[in-house]
């Protein structure tokens, strides 16, 4: 096991040597290991023990830091100051106008303090070894209780082969002529809050991306990605306050406000503000929709973008908060670029 990490190091140095700018997330890829395994093979990283819950709970005493939660094809960057994490269970939640996050504690399995030159992070990994959420400090975080905080929780066995196990993320949908497809429709027009979906998915055995075409008729409306890129261009343009969610099985984080600097590089789609830059691929984009979800206080419009396997790659909604109506601002939006193109 010794030689195996010895010998990946070794071709993880090489790669760089030979490709400086390459993100860690594709050297794994190119080198058929994990990422968390790429991470462990680097002496100046810690590992952490497995209290990722309690590790959570203390995040505010850093002060102002940068969270990033990502998937294959989406990124979200987002600064502030974490309140105390709270959990039910293993679900967890951390909710605040800067950082908002929902947390699945079953999928984090592996924990590092990291040191690249003079940027320190603390990063969460899978069981197979896929990040679920990372935490950069910035010029004005607290660097003594970031140290306290990985004198704390460093694990005692440093140099342990991590335990990767692969998991199995194909979505398998059951045969729409299997499902109620009438009780699930019922289900969805029954709904008193946006949080009820995924309920409905469940209980009728329906996959995300299959509820789009099975949706009642005008509760999903299939759009395009210049549609969507044309109205995140007016979001811009007219200030508006939205919200962006992009997770992974570990990890949803949540960006509520404006998405002002949009910026193309290459086949990325950019918001690049200072507080909150997102990147989403564009090329893998397959399909885009508009999702309409019956509430308490009316209909809740999102736009889903899913990707070719059927993954959901990220959402948007108007800003909104519970007990309030949707605001009409979004509803014209969205109505202007994605129902009438």
């Given at each position: 096991?010794?030689?195996?990490?010895?010998?990946?190091?070794?071709?993880?140095?090489?790669?760089?040597?030979?490709?400086?700018?390459?993100?860690?997330?594709?050297?794994?890829?190119?080198?058929?290991?994990?990422?968390?395994?790429?991470?462990?093979?680097?002496?100046?990283?810690?590992?952490?023990?497995?209290?990722?819950?309690?590790?959570?709970?203390?995040?505010?005493?850093?002060g102002?830091?940068?969270?990033?939660?990502?998937?294959?094809?989406?990124?979200?960057?987002?600064?502030?100051?974490?309140?105390?994490?709270?959990?039910?269970?293993h679900?967890?939640?951390?909710?605040?106008?800067?950082?908002?996050?929902?947390?699945?504690?079953?999928?984090?399995?592996?924990?590092?303090?990291?040191?690249?030159?003079?940027?320190?992070?603390?990063?969460?990994?899978?069981?197979?070894?896929?990040?679920?959420?990372?935490?950069?400090?910035?010029?004005?975080?607290?660097?003594?209780?970031?140290?306290?905080?990985?004198?704390?929780?460093?694990?005692?066995?440093?140099?342990?082969?991590?335990?990767?196990?692969?998991?199995?993320r194909?979505?398998?949908?059951?045969?729409?002529?299997?499902?109620?497809?009438?009780?699930?429709?019922?289900?969805?027009?029954?709904?008193?809050?946006?949080?009820e979906?995924?309920?409905?998915?469940?209980?009728?055995?329906?996959?995300?991306?299959?509820?789009?075409?099975?949706?009642?008729?005008?509760?999903?409306?299939e759009?395009?990605?210049?549609?969507?890129?044309?109205?995140?261009?007016?979001?811009?343009?007219r200030?508006?306050?939205?919200?962006?969610?992009?997770g992974?099985?570990?990890?949803?984080?949540?960006?509520?406000?404006?998405?002002?600097?949009?910026?193309?590089?290459?086949?990325?789609?950019?918001?690049?503000?200072?507080?909150?830059?997102?990147?989403?691929?564009?090329?893998?984009?397959?399909?885009?929709?508009?999702?309409?979800?019956?509430?308490?206080?009316?209909?809740?419009?999102?736009?889903?973008?899913?990707?070719?396997?059927?993954?959901?790659?990220?959402?948007?909604?108007?800003?909104?908060?519970?007990?309030?109506?949707?605001?009409?601002?979004?509803?014209?939006?969205?109505?202007?670029?994605?129902?009438n193109?």
């Amino acid at each position: 096991m010794e030689n195996t990490a010895i010998a990946l190091k070794d071709r993880f140095i090489a790669l760089k040597a030979e490709k400086p700018k390459i993100r860690i997330r594709e050297a794994a890829k190119q080198l058929g290991a994990s990422e968390a395994e790429l991470v462990a093979t680097n002496e100046n990283n810690i590992a952490l023990k497995s209290e990722f819950e309690n590790i959570l709970k203390e995040i505010q005493t850093l002060g102002y830091v940068m969270a990033l939660t990502r998937n294959d094809y989406a990124v979200h960057e987002r600064k502030g100051i974490y309140t105390k994490a709270g959990f039910n269970g293993h679900v967890g939640l951390v909710a605040n106008p800067d950082i908002d996050l929902r947390l699945f504690m079953n999928a984090w399995h592996f924990g590092f303090a990291v040191s690249e030159g003079e940027r320190q992070s603390l990063q969460f990994f899978d069981q197979d070894g896929e990040a679920v959420h990372k935490i950069y400090l910035t010029e004005f975080s607290d660097k003594d209780a970031y140290q306290s905080l990985v004198n704390k929780y460093r694990s005692d066995r440093q140099r342990d082969p991590l335990q990767i196990k692969p998991l199995d993320r194909s979505i398998v949908e059951k045969p729409d002529d299997s499902i109620d497809v009438a009780g699930f429709q019922d289900a969805w027009r029954n709904m008193k809050d946006t949080h009820e979906f995924f309920a409905v998915l469940n209980k009728f055995g329906v996959k995300r991306n299959q509820s789009m075409r099975l949706a009642p008729e005008g509760y999903a409306i299939e759009s395009s990605w210049g549609s969507l890129r044309k109205l995140l261009e007016a979001v811009s343009e007219r200030d508006l306050e939205i919200m962006v969610f992009i997770g992974n099985r570990g990890c949803i984080q949540i960006h509520t406000g404006k998405a002002k600097r949009l910026v193309q590089t290459g086949p990325w789609f950019n918001v690049l503000d200072p507080e909150f830059d997102m990147h989403l691929r564009e090329d893998i984009i397959d399909n885009v929709w508009v999702v309409k979800k019956p509430t308490k206080e009316g209909i809740v419009t999102s736009i889903e973008v899913f990707d070719a396997k059927g993954e959901l790659v990220v959402q948007f909604f108007g800003k909104r908060k519970p007990g309030v109506p949707e605001r009409e601002d979004w509803r014209q939006v969205v109505q202007d670029f994605m129902l009438n193109d």
